[in-house]
């Protein structure tokens, strides 16, 4: 069967509530436009119960997402988002990994896994991100890299849960400064990661997780990026905050 594709937004620490209900309600209100393409919105977690409102007073086959969880189900962790409570305001699936959390925060590879296997729990989709820097693709460090951020993220993970995950392959350099990778480049670290998948699970299995390219995607590049094999759908960061580009890009991926 072939895999759905998928395009998330991720709005990462933008917009106010006005303008996520704003830019949820034309998304919905456009939603055919993107066919059989699979559309994830993921809002700030102070906003999602906003965005869960406004898609449920337009209904449309729209996904809501967190931006990310913590690994345990409560406690005292102050300022942090438990998998529980992102399904409580109505998410399915929950960013992970993303690399500017793993800059910024000092993410480990054990940590996105630990919230991995805690999104799986609750039941949430992980979109888990991995990605080399600009410093390590230019020291032929990409595979290498990549390698090591799939099988640490995913370490442990039996094959029934493996294909609920979706991967996004991000390389760190694209993402924001209007640098993108080319169709060539970024098939060969899908396919990359796909082999990995195989070797984790089995190629059966493997066939079946969807990979998305993030990484500075806009409708004017997402056509050549869709039309590779391994490239399931986009994970879209500044172009997400737009109906016009967001839906430009998903249409991208209906072909």
Known sequence: MPRRKIVAGNWKMNLDRRAARDLTAAVAARRAEAGA??????PPAVYVETVAA?????PADIGLGGQNA???????FTGEVAPAMLVDLGCRYVILGHSERRTLCGETD???NAKTRAALAAGLTPIVCVGETLQEREAGRTAAVVTTQVQGSLAGIPATDLDKIVVAYEPVWAIGTGRVATPQQAQEVHGLIRGLLAGLASPEVAGRIRIQYGGSVKPDNAADLAAQPDIDGALVGGASLKADDFLGIARAFTG
């Open 110 to 112: 054990a940590a996105v």
């Open 70 to 76: 913590h690994d345990k189900a409560s406690g005292a």
């Open 54 to 58: 406004t898609l449920a007073a337009a």
């Open 37 to 42: 393409v699979e559309l994830v919105l993921c």
